[in-house]
């Protein structure tokens, strides 16, 4: 690695403002000295205005260039804040339009967010492909939500890479706070840049009169208090002025005045023309940044004509170029000039500036960021435009969207004709921003006075928004109301009659849907596809409650098909799909529902369906679990719950993640983390039904030995048939368990009616192998029967469900017959099943029963893995790593992977944490190492 320029010789003295702060430099060259070394790194900067963030991003920025790295550098704007993304699209040489490319014009996209960044992420990774890179990104106190939503996403999606982040922001904000607080706990170092104390200010006032600072300059340097800009400003000023004399080495005060920074600058404009005066004065509401035709329309001439003004401006250190534009040599001299309007010529210019720029067509952003500043009421221009404003930007930024609807209904009067729309707009960007309580409450109080033909709209947005916010009961009900009613018609009553069927799906009532939905399918159509697609998903989940697995996918596989082919909208095909994926899960049909889950996964991607993002990574573990891959199944539930945070969700699926994550940490024996999970599984679940995943939380208290808690957890499943056939169709393993716990709790009549129905289930639906060995699996536990548990082990694909089946029978025959021998070569079965899927608290306890019988067998065998090493990798990770090692990016191991690159950041994760290492990188000399091993021996 070059070595960098000793950061307390080097270049330093020629940046004033930064001797007196050797640490947060050295940060820096380290962060920076890390990525030439492949790793990267995140280095958050806090301070109050001109406390020298900006100096400091830019010296970064100029020592990576010096020592070969790519820079990336970019800022936000207080008045570019409605602009989704805009630091990292302008530091990217890019926008929205161009990194969306074909994709930003189609209807069917419903969320811009997540094509938005995983185009950040390409461009990024490309860039990468060259060699380390550090990005920059200045002022992001004036983010906006999608920047802030990126920034969580790429940060740790690109941890991997050498890639060096440095955010700098001012002052607090709450939405921030939040980013650089998450940041800090997950590995990024945070500097604040306090005021510089008296040692610093000596030694910057010596930097920039060129002699050590006399008592008198110092004394007119603490004017400043500390802050590097103004004490550059300050000291510049004086010696400018001809205030200071060198005299026997020392830089000596002619006259003690003590001028800040505001009064520099009111000076400064005091000493220009007029002209320039007010043409200062006009950009300073443009913002920092502005273009000269910009500025020459706002005051009326032409740019050829502000030549001179512009000149004066420049020469007087005010502004400067950059690109295509003029910016403010600081933000500070442009809040200063601002402020030497008074506040209603200030906000009429910013009317001006939002009206000549909506004038112009395009884009309304820009003319509602100014029209937001300085909003009247009686101004139907500023409402249109705020309006335009929302609906432009509700795709790729919900958050800004729902800001500028909200805006614009306050300035709305409560008579006006145009209030009621301006509602519905509200309510759907405040939906789509997950402010979903915002929305319930506006939606509530505009039921009130909706007008005729309305209020069922507002009722089914309002159960649409309680069914995502994990409230299926509230859902429920504002449907059932509009549904009563004659209000709503065509497919906007089918959307809603979907959210009622999946309401009552996530409640586990199919008897309240059920009239309606066979009323619907025995004539659809007379009835719109949403409500055909809900109404057989409702009756899916009734065949199976009475046990008639075949029908119930066939109900399914055509409402998919439905879903698919007709006009239903593309967010609503996803659910039909997903759910057939789990129930050929639960009769192991993997293969199938992994193709399914594949198809759901690229079309979220492809339409930007936030509200399903997390949904095909959860649904997914729920097949890798089936198939005994522990640690991958972990891997997806933990993607899926990332993605769930990020774009939020909060519905039955999250459970199934947490489901799989609960058995995977006890079939590792981590009691810890699986009563971790199972905590949260509690509080997530809501008022959805017990029965969605509630068996593992049981599974967790019979873990801890409370048999009567974990046999209470599951006694609806054990008391009504109708749910016993649900839970046993929809997790057949659970048979032989439910039996086993009612066994052990003497409650013999719970573990008969668990037998009875399992029994049930195989007779009836003989196509579906798995349901058999786990009928066979729970009467042979009931019955004490060699024969059924043995049929068991040879009928489950399952290898977990399968080795359980192999102990119980080897507990039977030490127990029952003289031949020990027999018995131990069972249990052994048992134990290498459970080895080879890594289930090592299963394993700790069959080689407790070998004990028992007087075998011993190690701890750690040859199939068994290590903690770590390459030998520690699963077979996936392994296949990640060559992977990655070959240079492939995230999303292109993901893609021939067939699984997210969420998931693969995941793999990556425990690869570096198992290999101890931090960088792909490492990880590329540490493959080739072993390749050059392997061919020498």
């Known amino acids: 690695m070059r070595p960098y320029p000793d950061v307390t010789t080097a270049g330093v003295p020629s940046w004033p403002g930064w001797r007196g702060r050797p640490g947060e430099w050295s940060t820096v060259v380290c962060l920076l000295g890390a990525a030439e070394g492949g790793r990267g790194g995140v280095l958050l900067i806090e301070g109050a205005e001109g406390m020298g963030k900006t100096r400091l991003l830019r010296r970064a920025a ?62 990024l990774e490309d860039r990468l492909g060259a060699g380390p890179l550090l990005v920059t990104l200045d002022d992001l106190q004036w983010a906006d939500p999608t920047t802030c939503l990126a920034l969580r996403s790429l940060i740790p999606d690109l941890v991997s890479y050498p890639l060096v982040w440095m955010l700098a922001r001012t002052g607090r904000d709450s939405a921030r706070d939040r980013l650089f607080d998450t940041l800090e706990r997950d590995g990024a170092t945070r500097i604040t840049l306090e005021e510089l104390d ?130 403010f040599r600081h933000e500070l001299l442009r809040r200063a000039v601002a402020e030497t309007l008074d506040t209603p010529v200030r906000l009429a210019l910013h009317r001006q500036a939002g009206e000549m720029l ?15 500043h300085s909003a009247r009421s009686d101004s139907p221009a500023t409402l249109i435009a705020l309006d335009r404003a929302a609906d432009e930007v509700l795709r790729s930024a919900p958050q800004t969207a729902a800001d500028l609807a909200v805006r614009a209904l306050e300035l709305t ?112 159509g007379e009835h719109c596809d949403a409500s055909v697609v809900g109404a057989l998903m409702l009756l899916m989940c009734v065949a199976w409650s009475e046990g008639r697995i075949a029908d119930g996918l066939a109900h399914i596989r055509r409402a998919v098909r439905i879903a698919g082919h007709g006009p239903v909208g593309a967010p609503h095909r996803t659910p039909p799909r997903l759910l057939l994926a789990g129930c050929l899960t639960a009769v192991r049909e993997l293969e199938e529902a992994e193709t399914l889950i594949q198809a759901v996964e690229d079309e979220v991607e492809a339409f930007g369906h936030t509200t399903h993002a997390a949904r095909p990574s959860l649904t997914r573990a729920r097949v890798r679990l089936a198939a005994g891959a522990l640690d991958d199944a972990a891997a997806e539930a933990e993607a899926g719950l990332a993605i769930a945070d990020e774009f939020g969700g909060c519905n039955y699926y999250m459970l199934w993640g947490l489901t799989a994550l609960i058995v995977v940490a006890l079939r590792h024996g981590d009691m810890e983390l699986a009563a971790r999970y199972a905590r949260r599984h509690q509080a997530e679940r809501k008022d959805f039904d017990v029965m969605w995943g509630a068996w593992s939380v049981a599974l967790v208290g019979e873990a801890e030995g409370d048999l009567e808690q974990a046999g209470e957890t599951l006694g609806y499943g054990y008391g009504d048939p109708g749910v016993r056939c649900w839970v046993l169709a929809t997790e ?68 977990w469900a399968a080795a359980s089946a192999a102990e119980d029978l080897g507990v039977l025959v030490a127990e029952t017959d003289d031949d020990r021998q027999a018995a131990v070569e069972i249990l052994d079965r048992a134990l290498d099943g459970y080895r080879r899927i890594g289930a090592r608290r299963d394993a700790a306890r069959v080689r407790a029963r070998l004990r028992a019988l007087g075998v011993r067998r190690r701890h750690w065998s040859t199939t068994q893995r290590p903690a770590t090493g390459w030998a520690a990798l699963t077979a996936t990770e392994q296949k990640v790593a060559l992977l990655v090692a070959q240079g492939l990016t995230n999303r292109q191991v993901a893609t021939r ?12 994760s425990k690869i570096f944490a198992k290999l101890h290492i931090a960088s792909r990188t490492e990880l590329a000399h540490l493959v080739a190492e072993r390749s050059v091993l392997a061919r020498e021996n």
């Open 198 to 327: 008296e040692g610093a200010v000596a030694e910057i006032a010596a930097d920039v009169l060129g002699a050590g600072a006399a008592p008198g300059v110092l004394a007119v340097a603490s004017a400043a208090r500390g802050n590097p800009f103004r004490l550059v400003e300050l000291l510049q000023e004086i010696d400018s002025e001809g205030l200071v004399k060198i005299v026997d080495g020392w830089a000596r005060l002619d006259i003690a005045r003590l001028p800040q920074v505001r009064a520099i600058a009111r000076r400064r404009l005091e000493h220009l023309s007029s002209p320039a005066q007010r043409l200062l004065q006009v950009a300073a509401v443009l913002g920092r940044a502005f273009p000269v035709d910009d500025l020459a329309e706002m005051l009326g001439e032409l740019p050829s004509r502000l030549l001179p003004q512009l000149k004066e401006a420049s020469a007087a250190g005010i502004i400067v170029s950059a690109g295509d534009t003029l910016v």
């Open 62 to 123: 100029d020592l990576a260039e010096h020592a070969g790295l790519g820079v990336i550098q970019g800022e936000a704007d207080e008045l570019g804040q409605l602009t989704p993304l805009a630091p990292l699209t302008s530091a990217l040489g890019e926008s929205a339009g161009t990194l969306l490319a074909d994709r930003s014009g189609r209807p069917e996209i419903v969320d811009l967010r997540s094509l938005l960044i995983d185009a950040v992420r390409v461009r």
């Open 413 to 524: 009067a409560p008579t006006a004709p145009g209030r009621h729309a301006r509602m519905a707009a509200a309510v759907e960007a405040l939906t789509s921003a997950g402010r979903l309580g915002e929305a319930a409450e506006l939606a509530r109080s505009a039921l009130g006075h909706a007008p005729p033909g309305e209020a069922g709209r507002l009722h089914g947005a309002l159960a649409a928004m309680l069914l995502l916010s994990g409230r299926p009961t509230e859902a429920v009900k504002e449907a059932t109301c509009v549904l009563a009613g004659p209000d709503l018609t065509g497919e906007a009553r089918g959307v809603v009659e979907l959210a009622w069927f999946e309401g009552l799906i996530a409640m586990y009532d199919f008897g309240a849907g059920r009239r309606r939905a066979e009323e619907i399918v025995a004539a659809p």
């Open 732 to 799: 057949p393993i659970l048979a032989a368990w439910m039996t086993r716990i009612a066994l052990a709790d003497g409650r013999r009549t719970r573990a008969e009616r668990v037998v009875e129905t399992a029994e049930l289930l195989a007779v009836n639906n003989r196509e579906f192998p798995v349901l058999a060995a786990a009928a066979a699996h729970a009467r042979g536990l009931l019955g004490r029967d060699a024969a059924s548990l043995a049929e068991a082990e040879a009928g489950f694909a399952d290898p």
């Open 897 to 908: 992977m067939f699984i997210s690159p969420h998931t693969i950041k995941f793999h990556l």
């Open 358 to 372: 909506l004038n112009r067509g395009g884009s309304a952003v820009p003319a509602a960021t100014h029209l937001m």
